[in-house]
């Protein structure tokens, strides 16, 4: 949301509480951190560029690795000095508790890109079967499917692979053994 001089309502609050060093993290939503981190960085806000990287380090969970890798990922270009720092943590964050972050409506959510990086990262600790699984589950969830594959009419199987397309590369489809390899979409 921005104000009358287009300024995020969440970075004027961290700007002006900033400026007198009295700012608190804690009080902003996962994504928004990184937009202020953009911003106090882009300004030469120390202090505050400190308070965001502690709070994303601090707060990175199971619910909400997914939603911030995202947003990693989004202001790359505008946090070019501390992006590798930002993704990696939560990149390695994700790969490290896959099995329960895959479950998440976070992980659902994420971007097609911040899907590739991740399923392409050596971070991501799952066999490569449940790799393929939570791909297809992603796509389903942004295809709005929700049939078994079996009932899938062929305009959702042309959907689903339209959306899995540029990520089924990444996917080390070999390393999945014959019984799950079966691609009812492909």
Request: hydrophobic letters at 40%.
């Amino acid at each position: 949301m921005s104000n009358i001089y287009g300024m995020n309502r969440d970075f004027e609050f961290g700007f002006k509480i900033g400026r007198n060093s009295r700012w608190k993290a804690s009080r902003y939503k996962d994504c928004s951190v990184f937009e202020t981190l953009a911003i106090a960085g882009e300004l030469g806000i120390d202090e505050l560029v400190e308070s965001c990287e502690q709070h994303i380090k601090n707060t990175i969970s199971v619910h909400n690795s997914c939603t911030l890798l995202s947003a990693a990922i989004k202001l790359e270009p505008r946090i070019l000095e501390r992006k590798s720092c930002f993704v990696d943590i939560c990149t390695s964050f994700v790969g490290e508790n896959a099995i329960e972050c895959i479950k998440t409506p976070a992980f659902l959510n994420l971007s097609k890109e911040a899907l590739i990086h991740l399923i392409s990262s050596d971070y991501l600790a799952l066999e490569e079967a449940d790799v393929f699984r939570a791909a297809l589950n992603w796509a389903k969830h942004n295809t709005g499917v929700s049939q078994p594959t079996q009932h899938w009419t062929e305009e959702e199987r042309a959907r689903i692979s339209q959306q899995l397309s540029g990520v089924i590369n990444h996917i080390r489809i070999l390393l999945i053994d014959s019984q799950s390899r079966r691609v009812p979409f492909l």
